[in-house]
């Protein structure tokens, strides 16, 4: 059945029953200050800044060192606080575009420059869940492209938002879009519980054999003196730098040099991992039998990639270095999270001069047979997740359009 439509000022159609609005008529949005690295300390009101907001829908206050005091919070600061269920899109850098939604869990808190925080200013015409899917629909993002300002560092803010459009079905239409994307986003967060899971038995085995030094066989090596302390008989004490071999990742990509869906995926320096895809040659060929460890420069997330793929800049693999060959698997977990994000930096160096204990090659082919159907259980749940996200991307701009009839769905 063909469904009358009406514009979008150019980004797109609706159904003629649906309404095209202007954000700031439906939608409160509001940009963080510019706070100064002079009034950073220690410990008080958690500040979150474009890198802490991941992609995938959420946001990682974990990783941050940033915070002010309380008491210039409360006098300067205050109104600039993100409260749960808000709505967190970063306006620059590598990462503009990206959205992450708030949760309890993730308070107190408050924004930096490059952040804003969106939320419904009309609950009766707009739906926070439905606001959620626009803000990661093509229709926000095209707009979002065509606003976008500077090369070097690209950026929009509140000028541009209020020029935006964006569609607005009956609320009942809008409640059901909200939950089909949902019901995905439940599946996918799901997989990511159970991957946490297996992450934490791997995690547990390594510091097992190779912190407790309680590996097979440990009762019959003595110890020997080091400058990391007593360790295994046989064992040494090398720099990250000594034991790795970076991998050139070929050509880079960015967010306006990947697509929605292909073959490659383009891996960028968040915790989610993947910015897009494309259909040319891998930058770095890795598998099942041979992964490829990635550090982000500047975020330092570390993961350990099974498939080909590409990356932006500062996306940095390595494997072991020919010269003291050991298993990939204990190397991912010997070097992951060695240091952690202190500043928007390259954190390469401080990677690199890191002391590890280098157990025998042995033991940590040993630790490699245990540890690999556990990698390989979870790049199938990656797998998964993938191609979850990629129906619901799908999805997502034929819902918002009206081309899916959700009111047939839900008779």
Known sequence: MSIATNSLNGYGTIPDHWEATLLPEVVFFQEG????????????????????????????????????????????????????????????????????????????????????????????????DFLYAFLRSEVFRNQVEAFVIGSAQPNFGPTHIKRMVMPLPPLPIQRRIAGILSAYDELIENSQ??????????????????????????????????????????????????IVKRIPVGKKYDQKTVSLTGEVPVFDQGKSGIIGYHDDEPGVVASETSPVIVFANHTCYQRLVHIPFSAIQNVLPFVSSPEIPRDNYWLHWATNGLVVFNDYKGHWPEFASKALIVPSEGVCQLFGDFAAPLSRHILKLEDQIVNLRRTRDLLLPRLLSGQIDVEAIAS
């Open 33 to 128: 200050p510019g706070l100064r690295k002079w009034q950073w300390t220690e410990s008080g009101m958690k500040v979150i800044n474009v890198t802490n907001i991941l992609g995938d829908g959420s946001v990682d206050t974990n990783n941050t060192s940033r915070f002010i005091s309380m008491a210039e919070y409360e006098k300067t600061y205050r109104h600039f606080t993100v409260d749960a269920g808000d709505i967190v899109v970063a306006s620059s850098g590598n990462t503009y575009g990206k959205v992450g939604r708030v949760s309890a869990k993730d308070l107190p808190l408050m924004m930096n420059t490059s952040v804003i925080r969106f939320h419904s200013s009309d609950p009766k015409r707009l739906d926070d």
């Open 193 to 242: 519980r159970r991957i946490k899971i297996l992450e934490s038995m791997a995690r547990a085995l390594y510091r097992e054999w190779f912190v407790h030094f309680r590996f097979p066989g440990h009762e019959s090596v003595p110890r020997v003196p080091s400058p990391l302390g007593d360790i295994p008989k046989g064992w040494e004490v090398k720099t990250v730098e000594e």
